[in-house]
């Protein structure tokens, strides 16, 4: 029986990546996203620190605002550092902060969901009271309190965004969960003797897998444009670079008065192209995981 089982659950499975692959929108979502991770990780194959760092970056005579002509991919900026090296080396940061942050979010908001939709009663009640409250207060100025009393690094730029971000996906597990609670599977199960443990196991957490799996797809793009916008105000760790860091110095530094391109455009169009990566994978799941949603691709 448990061979049938997860034969069943791998065939699934199967058919989703197939149905997955067949849509255009998320075939184009793949190949950008498996772009952005394939330069993340081959960084030091493809570009270096030594340049990241001012005072190497001096020493070695490179311009200062040098354009991409002069000093190839990309040029330097004001402090001649090779934007390249920056771009390349920020995809890491941005990257591990949105899935590092997202996986907090759908970690707590799935948690609550499922507790408070399965439980019910006075505990669904003291969870929706503390959701609720999270959801009241504006998103953005609460992230920008919490992380300018915590400090600038990147721990606490995690914390932050996945400790403001949970209340959406907790409200929209939870309403799948009370569905699923009133199910015929699971009262026979419960018939049989099964323990709430066991039901939320075996019953509840695979059926809102689907729902979760899309919304953490949906969730990492609001995670990168928050350490994004974090960061360009200055609440993000000064040590390392990235794509929020990069807008923020050029911004400061008149880049744009300037008129070289070259440093602001590279990080702009990295953090448009990697929400827009994860948006349309999230998206095409979503529509999976909900037939109602299959006509609109």
Do not use: C
């Not at 772009?35 to 001096?58: C, E, S």
């Not at 969730?219 to 350490?227: C, K, R």
């Not at 530094?253 to 008129?259: Q, S, T």
């Not at 070289?260 to 999976?288: R, S």
Request: aromatic share 10%; no cysteine.
């Amino acid at each position: 029986m448990t061979v049938v089982v997860g034969d069943r659950k791998r065939q699934r499975w199967v058919e989703v990546a197939r149905e997955f692959w067949q849509a255009r929108s998320g075939r184009i979502g793949v190949i950008i996203l498996a772009f952005f991770v394939i330069l993340a990780i081959a960084a030091p194959l493809v570009a270096g620190t030594d340049y990241i760092n001012p005072v190497k970056a001096r020493a070695a005579g490179l311009p200062q605002w040098g354009t991409p002509a002069e000093v190839g991919p990309l040029g330097t900026d004001h402090f001649r550092r090779s934007v390249w090296d920056q771009f390349v080396y920020g995809s890491r940061i941005s990257l591990l902060v949105g899935l590092a942050a997202s996986f907090l979010t759908i970690l707590i908001g799935s948690a609550v969901g499922i507790v408070s939709g399965f439980v019910g009663g006075k505990l669904d009640s003291a969870l929706m009271r503390i959701t609720e409250w999270f959801l009241v207060i504006p998103f953005l100025p609460l992230a920008i309190v919490l992380a300018a009393v915590l400090g600038r690094s990147l721990l606490n730029m995690i914390f932050v965004i996945g400790i403001t971000s949970w209340p959406s996906t907790a409200r929209l597990v939870r309403s799948q969960v009370l569905t699923l609670k009133q199910r015929t599977f699971v009262d026979r199960s419960r018939s049989l003797g099964g323990s709430g443990l066991h039901v939320v196991r075996q019953h509840i957490l695979p059926n809102v897998s689907g729902l979760i799996l899309a919304n953490t797809t949906l969730a990492v793009p609001i995670s990168i444009l928050t350490e994004t916008t974090l960061s360009f105000l200055g609440l993000g760790n000064p040590q390392t670079a990235s794509w929020g860091k990069t807008l923020e110095e050029a911004f400061v530094n008149g880049a744009i008065a300037r008129n070289a391109w070259w440093y602001y455009l590279p990080a702009g169009v990295g953090i448009v192209l990697v929400v827009l990566a994860f948006t349309l994978i999230g998206q095409t799941l979503e529509q999976i995981v909900d037939p109602r949603l299959k006509d609109r691709r």
